[in-house]
């Protein structure tokens, strides 16, 4: 990442149709969540307040993205039995469905035929690939993102979230 190179606000803000987020870890480390998920595993219970302080950014975030009239899908491809992160995640995703995205579930076996890009990543227009950099524990790793906008790799990274959404279960059918 260099310091020209546009963040994930900019590249939302600017895009026009679409932005799709394929997630492909089971497992996540990074550092804003660990008190929530800590604290689901002890008590099951999760932060699901779409005004709470820890989902207050996302939910506006989202909500001026759609308005604008852009769609926002996310597709998760995971293992199954799922993760403690995953029920965790299923768990947080009726905010993320309120905030106006769109989300699926697709098992890790049947995602086998599916070309999948190295690293999860947000598509925005179909043009802009920013790829998420984690370590092997799941936190971010340095650099955090990587944009690119070469049309292979944009036509890459779009055709597997395609593949993956079209496979995938709708968020309200899908259980762990």
Same mark, same amino acid.
């Given at each position: 990442?260099?310091?020209?190179?546009?963040?994930? %606000?900019?590249?939302?803000?600017? #895009?026009?149709?679409?932005?799709?987020?394929?997630? *492909? &870890?089971? !497992?996540?480390?990074? /550092?804003?969540?660990?008190?929530?998920?800590?604290?689901?595993?002890?008590?099951?219970?999760? %932060?699901?307040?779409?005004?709470? #302080?820890?989902?207050?950014?996302?939910?506006?975030? *989202? &909500?001026? !993205?759609?308005?604008? /009239?852009?769609?926002?899908?996310?597709?998760?491809?995971?293992?199954?039995?799922?993760?403690?992160?995953?029920?965790?995640?299923? #768990?947080?995703?009726?905010?993320?469905?309120?905030?106006?995205?769109?989300?699926?579930?697709?098992?890790?076996?049947?995602?086998?035929?599916?070309?999948?890009?190295?690293?999860?990543?947000?598509?925005?227009?179909?043009?802009?690939?920013?790829?998420?950099?984690?370590?092997?524990?799941?936190?971010?790793?340095?650099?955090?993102?990587?944009?690119?906008?070469?049309?292979?790799?944009?036509?890459?990274?779009?055709?597997?979230?395609?593949?993956?959404?079209?496979?995938?279960?709708?968020?309200?059918?899908?259980?762990?």
């Amino acid at each position: 990442m260099s310091p020209s190179e546009p963040g994930f %606000d900019d590249l939302l803000e600017a #895009a026009e149709h679409s932005a799709v987020h394929l997630e *492909m &870890r089971d !497992t996540y480390g990074v /550092g804003d969540e660990a008190d929530d998920f800590e604290e689901w595993k002890r008590t099951g219970q999760r %932060d699901v307040d779409p005004g709470s #302080a820890y989902w207050t950014p996302w939910v506006a975030l *989202m &909500r001026r !993205t759609v308005a604008r /009239g852009v769609v926002v899908r996310r597709a998760r491809v995971v293992s199954e039995p799922v993760t403690d992160y995953i029920r965790y995640e299923h #768990a947080g995703t009726v905010v993320n469905i309120h905030a106006g995205e769109q989300v699926r579930w697709l098992p890790r076996r049947q995602a086998s035929d599916i070309a999948l890009p190295g690293n999860d990543c947000w598509v925005f227009d179909g043009k802009a690939v920013l790829f998420n950099h984690f370590s092997g524990d799941g936190d971010w790793s340095e650099p955090g993102w990587e944009v690119r906008t070469e049309p292979g790799v944009a036509q890459l990274a779009s055709a597997a979230f395609e593949a993956v959404w079209e496979r995938g279960i709708p968020h309200e059918k899908y259980t762990v």
